[in-house]
């Protein structure tokens, strides 16, 4: 049997997980390993033993609705069935006798701004959804505060067509189709704001030939033409891959292209879905940087989730490599107890060793490191915006 300790250190993966890397990096079908794993957990699909074109189709439908929080071993890994635990097991990084700790502590969200921004988001004729809310964001009530409180506004709906195991959000195969007035809205809601920085996100729609590339360029294009001075930066999908959809949208007028790798390479197949992947995401913020003259290039990952040190050097001079300018590192934080689970809690003084690290020895023009920073954390906006403004200027005085 292992011990408390090699069960607790994320360096150490357990039996169980050792066994699941196996079969996510083996030779099978990836949606038939999905599939498995959501019969696990009390589902049955239903699909038949049919090799026929009709029967694929049933089973990849199956897969990609299955693969979300449902489709997690991590009730297993501490213990089997014919063994209780003897004692709570603990987290690296996790004072004794604490749920989490203290530097993750966030006021609850209040005050005029946030107020402001909830009711108008809400009772909007434009219908805005912002990740802030559909994720979870433990950031809401300091983003959303004080006068320069602003949203990450989603873009293409609020549920995905892919099931990350970090991930929070509405998941399905055939989501409902885009709202094909949402670019000229959410430009219009912008506009009406006075905001000087904004990030458009969506959900994965691959079940749109390009992606949502062109609604995204369209959302750019309106709010551009509404308000020019506005800074926007898209946080993208991978566009499966399709490098002619990240042109397209990096050729809109955007600001900031960016697209998180989420994790480092080994934990890939076991944090994101199937059909992302780590060269995939490289290839897209490469892509992006090379499409036009001047594009600041973003990317993050969550530290908290069996990753090592080397490892996460390693991920920063790829994506360095990659032309990334602005790098962000934050905690994974368990959105609900049938998702991932924390393997550690990264200290401040940690996330302060990466600060430096990759701004010092890599040579990012700019990192995001701390336990509550998130991809569209806004200390990082206001450097950007900061950032992008001198840039422009430089520019227009040659």
Known sequence: MKS??????????????????????GDKNAFDELVRMAKENGIEPPLTSSSSPSSSKKLFNAAIAMCGPVATLESKETFTTNQQPQQPLQIPGLPIGLKKPPWLRQRAPSGERFEFLKQTLNNSEYKIATVCEEAMCPNVGECWNGETGTATIMLLGDTCTRGCRFCAVNT?????????FEPENTAKAIAAWGVGYIVLTSVDRDDIPDGGAEHFARTVRTLK????????????????????????????????????IETVRRLQPRVRDPRANYEQS????????????????????????????????????????????????????????KH?????????????????????????????????????????????????????AAFQSR
Request: overall charge negative; glycine content about 6%.
């Open 172 to 180: 399905a195969s055939t989501p409902a189709p885009p709202d094909e």
């Open 282 to 337: 490289l290839s897209v913020l490469r892509a992006a940087k090379e499409s036009k003259e001047g594009m600041v290039t973003k990317t993050s990952i969550m530290l908290g989730l069996g990753e090592t040190d080397d490892e996460i050097k390693q991920a920063m001079r790829d994506c360095r490599d990659a032309g990334v300018d602005i790098f962000t590192l934050g905690q994974y934080l368990q959105p609900t107890s």
């Open 4 to 25: 408390t300790n090699a069960l607790n250190n994320p360096n150490n993966p357990s039996s169980e997980e050792e066994e699941e890397f196996k079969r996510l990096h």
């Open 340 to 392: 991932l689970t924390v393997k550690e809690f990264v200290t401040p003084e940690k996330f302060e060793y990466w600060r430096e690290f990759g701004e010092k020895e890599v040579g990012f023009r700019y990192v995001a490191s701390g336990a509550l920073v998130r991809s569209s954390y806004k200390a990082g906006e206001f450097f950007i915006e900061t950032m992008l403004r001198k840039d422009r």
């Open 225 to 260: 033409e509404l308000k020019s001075s506005v800074l926007v930066e898209a946080l993208t999908p991978d566009f499966q891959g399709d490098l002619d959809a990240v042109k397209h949208l990096a050729s809109s007028g955007l600001d900031v292209f960016a697209h998180n």
